[in-house]
């Protein structure tokens, strides 16, 4: 990155970004399995140990902190066990919880792993329908607003589970005193509407989907048809969509400019990557940077954490020693 990661780190120090989305706790129970049960033909967990840590939007604010910024979250949680394990969690990262992101009309979303041997095997969910994690006017008032005006961006994270919406959206879009910056990762739905935000980072189904293109298996990825498309639908400011081993496609107004290919060597677990690209992309704009040099820091921070098993974040000290390896190796060559 010829020093981009240094100077991005340097300038993001301090930036303060809102989150604002779905989160959840990601646990993970970890074990062995050696034998099928005779009750089912499923396999025997011996558990060796259980962990928790932040998900979705809550891993989101995890990866800004951990690149330095000073993070609030705003994301309804419950009252309940779940709720206390993940504020507890946030709060030792360095995130704060905005004031009434804590109810207990409502439950924490709690999403468990089972994993043998480094590979998982199933996955329990526990949540409530989306009408249970709505925003209201009052969390908006006294949750969202007030951070959002201490804010240098706004970051969005949204995995459908009932806080980001049309109304709740437009709402954000509309407050007052809000940064410039407003990026958006999306799960696309029918009748969403994402205008008015300033990057969107979906990967690549969800902006074929975004863009009602057809997913034709074996198919190259059609840039500039998606591209067209999603700034006629949405006009976002900005658009990068992740391509997994193609690496990241960047557009602006509605044009593909660039396509910077994968810095991944090893890939373990893709969970989480998202989250880490909005963060570090997000920070990188909101610290100064231009969207190209952006994208390549975001998408070393994304190499860094697909090298992990399980939801993780990228340290700047990580960053740099990706970034100083791949500078090696390209003078070498």
Not at 104 to 111: A, L
Not at 160 to 171: E, I, P, Q, T, Y
Request: glycine share 10%; charged share 25%.
């Amino acid at each position: 990155m010829d020093g981009t990661a240094d100077k991005v780190l340097a300038a993001a120090k301090g930036r303060r970004i809102l989150v604002i989305g779905d989160a959840m706790l990601d646990a993970y129970v970890w074990g062995d399995a050696s034998r099928l049960s005779p009750e089912a033909p499923v396999p025997v967990v011996r558990v060796d140990r259980e962990t928790a840590v932040p998900g979705g939007a809550a891993n989101v604010a995890a990866n800004l902190a951990a690149l330095g910024a000073e993070v609030e979250l705003f994301a309804p949680v419950g009252t309940d066990s779940g709720g206390a394990r993940l504020a507890e969690t946030l709060a030792s990262l360095g995130v704060r919880l905005c004031p009434g992101s804590a109810s207990d009309k409502r439950p924490t979303i709690v999403k468990t792993r089972v994993v043998c041997r480094r590979q998982q095997i199933c996955r329990l969910d526990r949540e409530a329908p989306p009408s249970a994690y709505a925003l209201t006017e009052e969390e908006l008032r006294t949750g969202v607003a007030p951070a959002a005006a201490r804010a240098d961006a706004i970051v969005l994270s949204d995995y459908a589970k009932g806080l980001l919406d049309n109304a709740s959206l437009r709402a954000i879009l509309a407050l007052e005193k809000r940064p410039r910056l407003v990026a958006l990762d999306p799960k696309p739905r029918a009748g969403m509407d994402y205008s008015g935000v300033s990057v969107m980072t979906p990967n690549r189904a969800e902006a074929l989907r975004l863009a009602g293109v057809d997913d034709v298996p074996g198919a190259d990825f059609p840039a500039e048809e998606v591209c067209a498309a999603i700034h006629a639908r949405f006009s976002p400011g900005s658009l990068v969509v992740t391509l997994g081993p193609g690496g990241m496609l960047l557009s602006e107004g509605g044009r593909a400019l660039e396509r910077i290919p994968t810095f991944a060597r090893e890939v373990f677990d893709v969970s989480g990557a998202g989250d880490t690209v909005i963060a570090a992309l997000s920070l990188a704009l909101a610290s100064g940077s231009g969207l190209a040099d952006a994208a390549r820091f975001a998408n070393e921070a994304a190499g860094v954490v697909v090298g992990k098993l399980g939801t993780a974040v990228a340290t700047p000290d990580e960053i740099r020693a990706r970034a100083a390896i791949r500078a090696a190796r390209k003078e070498k060559t």
